[in-house]
């Protein structure tokens, strides 16, 4: 069965401190692996798609990185704007289209 | 930029009393999704729906929940009789592609509260 699992739970930064956050995987042929933010009450709101290992995406203070066993999300001098869940779901061959998501990230990051 | 939206935001519910969640994915978009969210728990795939089709349910999309996309811009969640055990967030999705790696844009959710 497709698994996904993150870590840590939660993660305190001072403004400034650059950190990552994991997401390992297990799936049966990788289709997709897609990083979300999810404000409190919000839905998840979509940030990268990873589809090869190898494969780097960046956004403003953010870039996801894939391999053939987890991803990462690294943040580089992050702002308390950045605080939010992060979450990873992954899509694999046995999946159709739906996407299976992990427990998720909670950042937060202090002035 | 487009969005999903969905209505209402927030529903309370008498156990055993039916409720509507309604939908209106991005304009452009062809495939749909409904999952749902317990307090601390995990994003559940409940549906996919494709072409006025059910594509793929999962196991928590029993005979108490359907869904129905009644004109060219609205999706719906139906749940026949509610119980306790239903109350959670439900995110809306939509995506303009199938699977691979396209990604799946969500709504803010409806709150469910069953009483």
């Known amino acids: 069965e497709d698994q996904v699992t993150q870590s840590p739970e939660a993660l305190r930064l001072q403004e400034g401190e650059s950190s990552s956050l994991n997401c390992s995987y297990t799936?049966?042929?990788?289709?997709?692996l897609f990083w979300y933010r999810q404000d409190p009450g919000k839905g998840p709101e979509f940030l990268f798609t990873l589809y090869s290992a190898g494969e780097e995406k960046e956004k403003e203070r953010l870039k996801a990185t894939l391999t053939k066993k987890e991803s990462f999300l690294h943040i580089t001098a992050p702002k308390p704007e950045d605080s939010a869940t992060y979450l990873c779901a992954v899509r694999g061959i046995g999946d159709t289209d739906k996407l299976i998501f992990g427990t998720g990230t909670r950042l937060q990051v202090f002035p | 930029e487009p969005e999903v939206t969905q209505t209402p935001s927030h529903q309370v519910t008498q156990m055993g009393q039916e409720v509507i969640l309604r939908c209106v994915p991005i304009s452009n978009h062809l495939y749909f999704y409904w999952y749902r969210q317990i307090l601390g728990q995990k994003v559940e795939f409940l549906v996919s729906?494709?072409?006025?089709?059910?594509?793929?349910k999962s196991e928590i999309f029993d005979d108490q929940f359907s869904v129905e996309r009644p004109d060219g811009s609205n999706f719906t969640l139906k749940i026949r009789s509610t119980k306790l055990e239903d109350s959670a967030m439900y995110f809306c999705?939509?995506?303009?592609?199938?699977?691979?790696?396209?990604?799946?844009?969500f709504g803010d959710g409806t709150r469910l509260s069953i009483l």
């Open positions: 729906f494709y072409n006025n089709e059910i594509s793929e």
């Open positions: 799936v049966s042929g990788l289709r997709g």
């Open positions: 999705a939509s995506s303009g592609q199938q699977g691979g790696n396209q990604p799946q844009h």
